[in-house]
Structures are given as C-alpha cells and as structure tokens.
T-cell receptor
C-alpha cells in the first residue's frame, strides 16, 4: 500500500546544530508540504513543493530549507536549530491543488 | 486578522449529543473546504471535503459551507467516545500555487 513516512519519530538536538527531517511518500504525488504544529498556533506551513526542483516558502520559513531532487522525498533542514523550533513537524502530500492532503505521523523535535 | 479562525475549545459533550464545530475565514478566494480529525500524537486525517458552497453528508458527519458569510461548519450526530479528537478546518483557493491553510483546531471530548 502507498504511504507517507517520516523519520525520525522523535529527535532531541542541541541549539546551533543542523538537523534534517526526512519525508518519503510512495503515492507518486507531485505536491509535498511541511507543516509545524504548536499549541495555540495550529498547523503552520513551512515550505512546499509542486514538483521536482520546485520549492516555495510558506508562512514560517525562516531558519528552514528544503530541496526536491525526486518525486518521493522532501527533506526539511533546520540550518542552525533554535529552541523556538521545538515543535511537532508534519509532512503531507497530494496529487492535485486543493484536494485533501495525506499526512505522515509526524516528527517530534526538541531543541535543547 | 488570521485568514482562518477556529475556536480551540475545549468542547466537552455527553455521548449521543449533536456537536457543532465552526470556522470563519476572510479570503473570498477560498473554494476548497475540508475537515481533518487528529487523534493525540497522530497525523491529521481527512474527514470531509467540500468544493464551494453547500452541504455534504457522510454517515454521522455533515459539512456545511456558506460562502456568503465566509463560514463553515461540521456537525457530528450521535457523538461517540471514539469521536474524541482535535478537529481542524482547512481551506484553499482554486488557483495553482496555493496550499491548505488550517484553523487552530477544536479539541472535542465525548464522555460515555
């Protein structure tokens, strides 16, 4: 069965370190998204991609970057982790604009 | 004013009650409206999807969209303890290049 997987499920890192969160989907969806979820803020869009080599900034993109070298993967990199980036990160994908997204199970990141 | 407003609750009801969850929005370009359900420590899952105005029913769930008032609702009939979760509204515009914008989510607890 097709799926979208995120790794790791949990990660603790130190301030200033570079961290990469993985997202892999086997739906063959062109569209992929990264959100962060925080109490009181809900889901906020970080970056998104509508195809290979395409990346776009979302609402809260500062301090994050993504690259899309194939259809299946959209890794999210925190260039220099900050305590404000402690959050739960969700990856999602879809095959068309405007339709519902399929979400991964999330990565809980703690920056100490 | 945020593009999508949703009362975070929490909302507590007895089993069998009718539940009404609501969101308001400000962007008149929104055409796609969705409701997601998220259980604790899980990723959001698509519950209902509506295009433009009108009602949609699926079992105990009914989604309503009133574009003239920029207001969407989700009704849950005969609520069950298994409905206890956070419900997030989401919406997007029709044109390419737009991603889903989420409300903050309403936490619902159904007691038996």
């Amino acid at each position: 069965d097709a799926e979208i997987t995120q790794s790791p499920r949990h990660k603790i890192t130190e301030t200033g370190r570079q961290v990469t969160l993985a997202c892999h989907q086997t739906w063959n969806h062109n569209n992929m998204f990264w959100y962060r979820q925080d109490l009181g803020h809900g889901l906020r869009l970080i970056h998104y991609s509508y195809g290979v080599q395409d990346t776009n900034k979302g609402e809260v993109s500062d301090g994050y970057s993504v690259s899309r070298s194939n259809t299946e993967d959209l890794p999210l990199t925190l260039e220099s982790a900050a305590s404000s980036q402690t959050s739960v990160y969700f990856c999602a994908s879809s095959d068309r604009v405007g339709v519902g997204y399929t979400f991964g199970s999330g990565t809980r990141l703690t920056v100490v | 004013q945020k593009e999508v407003e949703q009362d975070p609750g929490p909302l507590s009801v007895p089993e069998g009650a009718i539940v009404s969850l609501n969101c308001t929005y400000s962007n008149s370009a929104f055409q796609y409206f969705m409701w997601y359900r998220q259980y604790s420590r899980k990723g959001p899952e698509l519950l209902m999807y509506t295009y433009s105005s009108g009602n949609k029913e699926d079992g105990r769930f009914t989604a309503q969209v009133d574009k003239s008032s920029k207001y969407i609702s989700l009704f849950i009939r005969d609520s069950q303890p298994s409905d206890s979760a956070t419900y997030l509204c989401a919406m997007s515009a029709r044109q390419a290049g737009t991603a889903l914008i989420f409300g903050k989510g309403t936490t619902l607890s159904v007691s038996s």
